[in-house]
Nanobody, 125 residues
Framework: QAQLVESGGGLVQAGGSLRLSCAASGRTVSSYAMGWFRQAPGKEREIVAVIDWSGSTTYYADSVKGRFTISRENAKNTVLLQMKSLKPEDTAVYYC??????????????????WGQGTQVTVSS
């Protein structure tokens, strides 16, 4: 399994922006779909965005569509999540994850086998 480390979280005012980064080590993730998930207190973990191994296919939750952009830099074994127009309801711990199998794309957290420790994003109103 890959080891994933997220960074870039923090406190931001509503309407602001943050960029989350996920660095993979242990093995290359260039052949694996990557996803960002989030979990707010008292709520279930939910999908935010997914990108396939090639970077040509992306998926976004309706709640973030048009505001968040997922991208990957395979040469750096890194996945990014650019977040704009942040809202208080975006407050959560954000997790990076790698699909369990190469060259496919999953749309549920059950399909992802490697997870980071999470980074806190707090949006104040």
């Amino acid at each position: 399994q890959a080891q994933l480390v997220e960074s870039g979280g923090g406190l931001v005012q509503a309407g602001g922006s943050l960029r989350l980064s996920c660095a993979a080590s242990g093995r290359t993730v260039s052949s694996y779909a990557m996803g960002w998930f989030r979990q707010a207190p008292g709520k279930e973990r939910e999908i935010v965005a997914v990108i396939d191994w090639s970077g040509s296919t992306t998926y976004y939750a309706d709640s973030v569509k048009g505001r968040f952009t997922i991208s990957r830099e395979n040469a750096k074994n890194t996945v990014l999540l650019q977040m704009k127009s942040l809202k208080p309801e975006d407050t959560a711990v954000y997790y990076c994850a790698a699909d369990s199998f190469p060259r496919r794309i999953s749309f549920s957290f059950t399909g992802f086998g490697s997870w980071g420790q999470g980074t806190q994003v707090t949006v104040s109103s």
